[in-house]
């Protein structure tokens, strides 16, 4: 073998070695390349959001790279502006009526309409096998809540309340400050 066909066989090497390299980067699953700031396709959720005009508006911007599907408001001129964002996203002024309409469509919702319709909105799409965010409060009583508890058991859904506002590191500086006296 002479040393031009040495250097041709390395070279053809190199390319072939170097393209299944490429192909191998194509197919890394997706958490390997999450933390890049890409998500999947198969990754996203179909989010819809019920109450979307304020803490709502600031709970669905929290949530880059998701679908946003349906938007649910009974004040569109003040929710105008999220509709605007999520122009995409089909809009409702009846969370019943949405999820007549399009419920195969959603995975989850965003809860962040009034304090006492919480808990129905939050009960209705358990039943429907949809994970629940709901702004804090959950509920007005004991009761309520622990329906809630056994319906997330049952349906088999991932529910989370919003508390951010209790949870941030300077509520435990001031109960620390308290508790030392």
């Keep these: 073998m002479n040393t031009k066909s040495t250097m041709n066989f390395s070279r053809r090497k190199f390319i072939g070695t170097s393209a299944t390299a490429m192909a191998g980067l194509t197919v890394i699953p997706s958490f390997a390349v999450s933390g890049l ?29 998701q679908n946003i599907v349906a938007l649910c408001d009974v004040d569109w001129d003040y929710a105008k502006p999220v509709a605007n964002t999520y122009s995409k996203a089909k809009q409702f002024d009846d969370y019943r009526k949405m999820f007549d309409k399009i419920q ?16 129905i909105i939050a009960m209705t799409a358990m039943q429907l096998g949809k994970h629940v965010y709901c702004q804090k409060p959950l509920t007005h009583t004991v009761w309520e809540s622990r329906q809630l508890t056994e319906a997330a ?24 400050v308290v508790q030392s006296g």
Excluded at 159 to 176: F, I, L
């Design 37 to 65: 700031g890409h998500i999947a396709p198969s990754d996203k959720l179909n989010i819809a959001g019920i109450g979307i005009g304020g803490k709502g508006k600031v709970n669905l911007k929290n949530m880059p790279g």
């Design 104 to 119: 195969k469509d959603i995975d989850a919702v965003v809860i962040a309409t009034p304090d006492h319709t919480h808990a």
């Design 153 to 176: 058991k049952k349906y088999k859904v991932v529910t989370q309340m919003g508390n951010e506002g209790h949870s941030d590191d300077s509520v435990y500086e001031v109960a620390e």
